[in-house]
């Protein structure tokens, strides 16, 4: 549950408040319009815990959600992806990621105006990407950018994992951009096929696994040898690239359709080859994948309970230290009331010590006593 509340009555602020609890380092800002807000962070800093929500939990009056610096590329890399969620005034909810470059750092052979050209290309093309050009925006020559829309199917969805696969969108259309622009200019007569998918942590090994594998599948069907195939991984996002000459990219494609419907099970295995050696070949490394699956749940389980034994143990550690502190203040508190029985109170004490393991402090108050022993008699 996520609210906004404001932070004065005449404040043009507002805190957010998700499931009870304030944001300190997040704060929502009301627009022109009155009643309407907006929040802007950035995806590296304490608002992190908005990324956790789904879109259902959005305000009613909240207008735009702009999250910064979600691009999967590194910081010195030439452009900066933001991330918007926005309402618009029949209240649907739509995303966008907005696509800025850094000039400065532009080496390509190609304009950005041309690589602009060609990503509303390819995003025009790819209709899997359920994605369309936004209109509204005309970029500047001096700060260039561009905006790329794309619909909201589930409005449960949870934010930053929509965030996740949209960028990972976004990483694919730009390999097609690039090489597009190299087909186009004659710098290679390969065409690239770029597929990304990002594996929850259980399956990301065997994922790597089967993704690997297609190459073995296009030597047996005599496609590859022209034919690079590489793995790229950024994170828990592993990318197939495969690079082919001019004319196999539609044969290629049909072959990983049908490959992709195997491996998980939705078409039989013979659909793809009927060759006894292949077909046994393939079904050992869907064993090894599903092993390695059931592996690295185990692993994991294994991180995962250590972490709360680990937990639990500081709980009784904390639970001991704030029985000890409570029983040397009651002895103190015993010192303060009754002089006559500092000397004893403080072997107590002593003997305290010795229990923590706090050698120093017994020799002290073990001292101490005694000198008081001495000054009693």
């Known amino acids: 549950m996520i609210e906004i509340v404001r932070s004065g009555a005449d404040s043009y602020e507002g805190h957010i408040i998700v499931d009870g609890v304030i944001l300190p380092v997040v704060k929502a800002y009301e627009s022109s319009v009155g009643g309407n807000w907006s929040i802007r962070f950035s995806a590296d800093s304490g608002g992190g815990v908005l990324l956790q929500q789904h879109f259902s939990d959005l305000p009613k009056t909240l207008s735009s959600l702009i999250v910064s610096n979600v691009s999967q590329s590194p910081r010195d890399t030439l452009f900066v992806d933001n991330f918007r969620v926005e309402r618009n005034v029949a209240g649907a909810v739509f995303v966008s990621i907005t696509r800025s470059f850094r000039t400065n750092l532009w080496k390509h052979p190609w304009s950005i105006q041309e690589y602009m050209d060609e990503f509303r290309r390819m995003v025009e093309r790819e209709r899997r990407f359920e994605a369309s050009w936004d209109e509204r925006w005309m970029a500047s020559i001096s700060s260039p950018f561009f905006v790329v829309l794309f619909s909201l199917k589930d409005i449960d969805a949870v934010i930053g994992e929509e965030i996740s696969r949209r960028e990972n969108d976004m990483l694919e259309l730009h390999a097609l951009t690039e090489a597009s622009l190299e087909s186009k200019l004659g710098y290679t007569d390969a065409e690239r096929i770029v597929r990304s998918i990002e594996f929850p942590p259980e399956y990301h090994r065997s ?61 039989p295995v013979d659909t793809l080859t009927t060759d006894p050696y292949e077909m046994a ?81 017994a020799a002290a108050l073990d001292n101490l006593s005694r000198m008081i022993e001495r000054g009693v008699r």
């Open 207 to 267: 994922g790597i696994t089967i993704l690997s594998y297609f190459a073995d599948v296009l030597r047996h069907k005599n496609l590859s040898e022209e034919v690079k195939v590489s793995i790229e991984q950024n994170g828990l996002t592993v990318t197939l690239v495969i690079e082919s000459p001019t004319g196999q990219r539609e044969l290629i494609e049909r072959v990983l359709e049908t490959y992709a419907l195997v491996v998980t099970g939705k078409q």
């Open 281 to 361: 070949e393939l079904k050992s490394q869907l064993r090894l994948a599903s092993a390695q699956i059931e592996n690295q749940r185990d692993l994991l389980a294994l991180k995962s309970s250590e972490a709360e034994e680990t937990k639990a143990s500081l709980k009784r550690l904390e639970a001991r230290a704030d029985e000890d502190r409570a029983r040397l203040m009651t002895l103190i508190e015993g010192l303060v009331a009754h002089n006559a029985g500092l000397a004893s109170g403080l072997r107590e004490l002593n003997e305290q010590a010795l229990k923590l393991h706090n050698e120093a402090l």
